[in-house]
């Protein structure tokens, strides 16, 4: 289930071909990639297959995965894998996901994503709740 670590939005299981594609997990990472591509042309132009935020993972989706990768130098496995570091100190995929969204929409924003009135409900309100991860810092 996708969760808030402040500063940063995580997921429980990774996202990728193969992987577990927990509903909610891919719902976070289709959502992130499609407002950072609203936000960022000239600097990433993702792929011309479009992708909705419905919690499926379709090759479409590892398209998109793996152009952003090669956009911030990540490596290129089409998989965004959980963060697993307390102190977010590996920059994988989902931590460039969280900063490229922070960068182009703003701290205030994306500090509370949950208001963002196109993201799901599910996902608002997996978000929107606070969940003890004492492994992974302060969660809110």
């Known amino acids: 289930m996708a969760y808030k670590v402040n500063p940063f939005y995580n997921i429980d299981a990774p996202v990728g071909q193969g992987q577990a594609n927990k509903t909610l ?28 935020v419905d ?6 989706l590892g398209e998109w995965i793996k152009s952003y990768q090669t956009t911030v130098h990540a490596t290129r496995d089409g998989i965004v894998h959980p963060q697993v570091n307390p102190h977010w100190k590996h920059f994988g995929t989902l931590v460039s996901l969280n900063a490229s969204f922070r960068n182009n929409f703003g701290a205030a924003r994306h500090d509370d994503i949950a208001a963002e009135s196109d993201l799901p409900a599910d996902l608002r309100s997996a978000l929107g709740a606070a969940k003890a991860r004492p492994e992974m810092g302060t969660t809110a």
Do not use: N
């Not at 042309?41 to 909705?52: E, F, L, M, Q, V």
């Open 25 to 52: 997990d891919v719902k976070l990472v289709q959502f992130l990639l499609i407002k950072v591509a609203s936000r960022t042309k000239g600097k990433w132009t993702p792929p011309a297959a479009a992708i909705a």
């Open 55 to 60: 919690g499926i993972y379709t090759p479409a």
